[in-house]
């Protein structure tokens, strides 16, 4: 604008008419893409109008309170029911899943998409999403595991370290010590994958195998004849953090509210509060 022009009473209309413009159409372009995405939850959910304003007023309700929008917790519930879940497990679950994206600083859809995939690998319902977000959020403070290694990890060592009969707390111990030790998540997921086929077909059990590694004078040859080379490197290095894993699921086994204190701590800030006046 013309300075001139400005300082006069036409042109501070002029300009007030022009920031008027923008704001809606900000808004406009908004609500857009809020809509567009609350379509893809309807068709995915196949949901009734009652059920679907459910959904509706848990988008809103969320993005007045945190730092997401609607429209991102709107995408929440659409990777949460792309992944088979229903109205109500999807609002079931929604806080606990935000506080995580918040502790960890991740995007809304991802972290929903990674926690409703280990709920299904463990064979976990939607009212243990406080503890699988707490399970994880206390392992990402306990060791140098995060929620992209652990996602990694899990796609193959998940489903079947369930089926071997371990637990969520101790599986996720078990990934966290290997990669304190310095593994990659994807050679984690995969030896794990294979150790635990292993002993299925050998008759050894998980405890008695290690402690023969452990307690072997030649360790590497103990644990290739016991599993062979793929898995070498992960069953010596655990053989030697067995004490570590037991304290990793002793924590984890009690981390209830993990996730919920570690948002409260990240978003206690200058900036936690501009993103939810921003939301």
């Given at each position: 604008f013309n300075l001139a022009?400005?300082?006069s009473p036409v042109g501070l209309i002029t300009a007030a008419l022009?920031?008027?413009?923008a704001v809606g159409r900000q808004?406009?372009?908004?609500?857009?893409?809020?809509e567009v995405v609350m379509s893809k939850v309807k068709a995915v959910t196949q949901t009734t109008n009652e059920e679907f304003q459910k959904l509706r007023d848990s988008t809103i309700e969320y993005g007045e309170s945190t730092k997401f929008t609607a429209t991102e917790v709107g995408q929440l519930q659409l990777e949460l029911a792309k992944l088979g879940k229903t109205t109500e497990e999807i609002v079931e679950m929604t806080s606990a899943?935000?506080?995580?994206?918040?502790?960890t600083d991740s995007?809304?859809?991802?972290?929903?998409?990674i926690v409703a995939k280990t709920l299904n690998q463990f064979d976990l319902s939607a009212e243990d999403t406080t503890r699988v977000t707490d399970v994880m959020a206390q392992s990402f403070v306990s060791s140098a595991l995060d929620i992209n290694k652990f996602e990694e990890a899990m796609k193959k060592a998940g489903p079947i370290a369930r089926v071997a009969g371990k637990s969520f707390e101790e599986t996720t111990a078990i990934v966290a010590a290997l990669t304190d030790a310095g593994v990659d998540a994807s050679t984690i997921g995969t030896s794990l994958r294979?150790?635990?086929?292993d002993l299925a077909t050998s008759g050894d059990t998980w405890d008695g195998a290690l402690d023969k590694i452990k307690n072997s004078t030649n360790?590497?040859?103990?644990?290739?004849?016991i599993f062979g080379k793929t898995s070498l490197t992960v069953t010596t290095l655990l053989s030697e953090n067995i004490d570590k894993v037991d304290d990793l699921t002793e924590s984890l086994n009690n981390s209830e509210g993990a996730a919920q204190r570690m948002a409260d701590i990240v978003g206690n800030n200058l900036?936690?509060?501009?993103?939810?006046?921003?939301?």
């Open positions: 022009l400005l300082a022009a920031a008027l413009v808004a406009f372009n908004f609500f857009k893409k809020y899943i935000l506080n995580l994206a918040v502790a995007e809304l859809g991802d972290t929903a998409k294979d150790v635990f086929s360790r590497l040859g103990t644990a290739n004849k900036q936690g509060d501009l993103d939810r006046l921003g939301s």
